[in-house]
């Protein structure tokens, strides 16, 4: 194979394209970024007010249901809206096949849009409880809410 000239174009010059500096490594500590502090009293009691304000919606939505005479899948979808720029924990909003089937609490579907996560949950009839536990948990300052 023939010896290839070094510098094969030089017609093309290129000058002060870029600077020179020092490498930085990402970071690795792979934490999560940082939630925004909210005020916990005034966060928890403003979740336990919507999910009491559900209570009925949920009992004239059975009713309606049961009127048209469905005899299973009885209950209410509801919407859970993440904060922005923080990822909403959907795993934890509905239950795992055979950790606790019998409730039937189910995440419907998952979508971002912009810098906020919604997720649509199938809710079965009487299962808000469930979601009330976890909002005394959280007023509660319990750690793994």
């Not at 999910?51 to 009885?74: D, F, I, N, R």
């Not at 809710?123 to 319990?142: I, T």
Request: charged residues 20%; negative net charge; proline residues 6%.
């Amino acid at each position: 194979m023939p010896d290839q000239p070094r510098d094969r174009r030089p017609h093309l010059v290129l000058a002060n394209t870029s600077t020179a500096q020092a490498f930085t490594a990402p970071s690795s500590g792979g934490g999560s970024p940082a939630v925004p502090v909210l005020n916990r009293l005034q966060h928890g009691n403003a979740l336990k007010a919507q999910l009491l304000a559900l209570q009925p919606v949920a009992q004239q939505a059975v009713a309606a249901q049961k009127e048209q005479g469905l005899e299973s899948g009885l209950g209410l979808q509801v919407q859970f809206v993440g904060q922005p720029d923080v990822a909403l924990a959907f795993e934890s909003l509905g239950y795992e096949v055979g950790k606790d089937a019998q409730k039937k609490i189910e995440v419907l579907s998952v979508r971002v849009d912009g810098d906020t996560t919604y997720a649509n949950v199938f809710v079965p009839d009487g299962k808000l409880a469930h979601f009330e536990k976890y909002v005394e948990d959280y007023l509660s300052e319990r750690k793994n809410c």
